[in-house]
């Protein structure tokens, strides 16, 4: 976009600008490579010693879904995720590190939890919305990799995407309202046999995460079950999950009411 303006003036902006709209399109199209080669997810197929392609089959009926593939992460972090494919396929990311240390009832509770975001995935104002969001993302990260600074400061500043934060916050609240997670996880309840166990399931999930961090790339927090940043993160217009904390609120005040 800078060098469409350096040499075109407003029109090599406006190129520069489609341009960008059209490698990031792309980009969009293709998330499934970049999620896969992130975690570097193995298909689940043949043995399953958890039972979660049987439990995936159980929720499918019970959301009119099919297709729906589990995929196992290798590396040592604890995952838990849900994303689709370029076919809108769903996918479940989930890490074996996590599922060593939950029992049966615990992965069945999980499985729901993720099932049940399907529902928000699925909707088509995320993906209109969170093309825009991705958007003003790579515009962020192009900027804040020529900002000068960086050239000589150890530390990589992200200046653009501070300012630009409110912008991308706007549009992930159109795609996603915080509300809708919470419904998502009031869906997760409903289905449950144990709807206390599901929310012990969650905060066993965020104190695991809590002692195993990792940072995978910031535009695929929305995919996780638990944001694995939401703690870490300084600027508040980033986060876009409700946190635990106001979910066990939601949790806690919805058993008051059946009460």
Known sequence: MLLGFEFAGRRGLLAGFFLSAL???????????????FFKGRFLKGQDPWG?????????RVFG??????????????VAAITQDWKEDFQIFISQKLLHHLND???????TLLMSRTQLLSQSRFHFFIWFEKLFFFLSSILDGIYPVNFF??????????????????????AIP?????????????????????????????ALQE????????????????????????????????SLEKRIHFF????????
């Open 23 to 37: 490698f990031l399109s792309l980009s969009f199209v293709f998330k499934k490579d970049q999620f896969l080669r």
């Open 52 to 60: 979660l392609t049987d439990q995936v089959k159980t929720l499918e």
């Open 65 to 78: 879904l099919s297709n729906t593939k589990v995929f196992l992460v290798e590396q040592p972090w604890i």
């Open 105 to 111: 009832s615990e992965r069945s509770a999980l499985m």
């Open 153 to 174: 400061s150890q530390k990589f500043h992200k200046p653009f995407l501070t300012l630009l934060s409110p912008v991308i916050w706007f549009f992930r609240n159109e």
């Open 178 to 206: 915080q509300a809708n997670f919470l419904r998502a996880d009031e869906k997760a309840y409903e289905l449950s046999e144990n709807s206390l166990l599901v929310r012990n399931t969650l905060q066993k999930l965020s």
């Open 211 to 242: 002692v195993h961090p990792f940072t995978p790339p910031h535009s695929t927090n929305v995919f996780f079950l638990i944001d694995p940043e939401d703690r870490r993160l300084n600027n508040r217009f980033l986060i876009w999950q409700p």
């Open 252 to 259: 806690q005040k919805d058993r008051i009411h059946e009460a």
